[in-house]
C-alpha cells in the first residue's frame, strides 16, 4: 500500500478519500442499500450520490447499515437543475439529508450549471445557488461545497464569491480528458473528481489497457482508476457486482510509469455523457 494517496486535501483542510463508490443508476429498494453496504465492506468510505439519482433513502440505509460510523465515511449529493432559486436549494439540501436521515452531508455539489443556452443571465442564476450553497457551509450542514459539469468559464463567473468551489466533478475517462478544465482547477486548488471513469464499461475494451493490464498483472478496470489517480482525477467508479466493486478500489499496490500513463493519454475517445454548454437538463 502506498501511503498519502488514499486522502485529498480540499482547499478548507477536509480530508476527502481519492477514489469513490458511484451510486447513479441503482435502484432505491434494495439495489441501492446493499451496494453501498458492500461498497464500504470492500473499503470505500466516499459516496457519491445525488437528489437526482431517485435513491437517497436506499444509500442512507446503506449507510446506516455499513461497518462504519457515519464520521468514518464522506458522503456527497448534489442539487438538481430545478432548484435555481435561494429558497428553493435550501429546501433541496434538507430534503437529500432528510432522505438520506443524516444530519450533515460532507460535500454537497451543484449538479449542472446554468448556462446561457438556457439563460441570458446564466451567471447570477448559477450565483444565486452558489451563494445558497455558502450558507449551508457556513451553517455547517454540509462540510464541503463544489461544482458539478462547470466548464472554465461557468468556474470563472463565480471567480470573486467568499468561497470558492472546493471539487469540480467531471466526466473523466481514457480518450475524454478536459485538459483545460482540469488545469483550471489546478491552478484554482479545486480537486477534480471524474464521473464514468471506466467510460461505462467501454475504456477497459482498448488494446492499450489490455496490453497493460497483462503488463502490470491487473485487470483493465484497475489500469484506467490507477491512471485517474495518476492524473489528480478522483474515479468515481460504480458496480452492481461485487467482484467488480472489490477489484475497483484495489489499485494501491502499483504505479504506472510515467510513459504508460503517456500511452493512456494518447487514447482516443469522445464525451459519452451530457455537453454542459448543450444545456443537457
Ligand atoms: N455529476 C454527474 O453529472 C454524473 C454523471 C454521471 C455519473 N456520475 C457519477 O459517477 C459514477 C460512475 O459513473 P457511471 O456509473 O456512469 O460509469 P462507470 O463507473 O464508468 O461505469 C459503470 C459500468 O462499468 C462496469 N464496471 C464497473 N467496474 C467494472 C470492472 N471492474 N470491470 C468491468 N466492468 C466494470 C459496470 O458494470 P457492472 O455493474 O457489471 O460492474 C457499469 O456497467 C455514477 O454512479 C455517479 O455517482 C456523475
Not at 465492506?41 to 455499513?66: H, K, P
Not at 459539469?149 to 463565480?158: I, K, Q, R, T, Y
Not at 470558492?164 to 481514457?174: A, D, L, R, S
Not at 484495489?250 to 487514447?267: C, E, G, M, P, Y
Request: charged share 25%; net charge negative.
Amino acid at each position: 500500500m502506498v501511503s498519502g494517496e488514499h486522502m485529498r486535501e480540499l482547499s478548507n483542510g477536509l480530508s476527502m478519500p481519492s477514489i469513490g463508490f458511484g451510486t447513479w443508476d441503482l435502484s432505491n429498494e434494495n439495489e441501492a442499500k446493499s451496494a453501498v453496504v458492500q461498497a464500504v465492506e470492500c473499503g470505500y468510505t466516499l459516496i457519491d450520490g445525488a437528489a437526482r439519482y431517485g435513491n437517497e433513502v436506499g444509500v442512507g440505509e446503506g449507510i446506516r447499515s455499513s461497518s462504519l460510523s457515519r464520521e468514518e465515511l464522506f458522503v456527497t449529493s448534489k442539487v438538481w437543475t430545478n432548484h435555481r432559486d435561494y429558497d428553493s436549494v435550501i429546501e433541496a439540501c434538507n430534503k437529500s439529508l432528510k432522505d438520506l436521515k443524516l444530519d450533515y452531508l460532507d460535500l454537497y455539489l451543484i449538479h449542472w450549471p446554468a448556462v446561457s443556452k438556457q439563460y441570458e443571465n446564466w451567471k447570477d442564476v448559477n450565483h444565486e445557488v452558489w451563494q445558497a450553497l455558502i450558507d449551508l457551509y457556513t451553517q455547517g450542514k454540509v462540510k464541503a461545497i463544489g461544482v458539478s459539469n462547470f466548464n472554465v468559464d461557468h468556474l470563472e463567473a463565480l471567480e470573486g464569491s467568499s468561497v470558492m468551489p472546493m471539487v469540480n466533478q467531471i466526466e473523466f475517462h481514457p480518450g475524454f480528458l478536459q485538459e483545460d478544465v482540469r488545469s483550471y482547477c489546478k491552478d484554482h486548488n479545486i480537486v477534480v473528481e471524474g464521473w464514468r471513469p471506466l467510460g461505462l464499461g467501454e475504456s477497459l475494451s482498448h488494446e492499450i489497457i489490455w496490453n497493460l493490464a497483462e503488463k502490470y498483472k491487473k485487470n483493465p478496470a484497475q489500469i484506467v482508476l490507477r491512471w485517474c489517480l495518476h492524473k489528480d482525477v478522483v474515479p468515481l467508479p460504480k458496480s452492481r457486482s461485487r467482484e467488480h466493486i472489490e477489484q475497483n478500489i484495489d489499485i494501491f499496490d502499483f504505479s504506472l510509469s510515467d510513459d504508460d500513463i503517456a500511452l493512456i493519454d494518447t487514447i482516443e475517445g469522445e464525451r459519452l455523457g451530457g455537453d454542459p454548454e448543450e444545456a443537457p437538463f
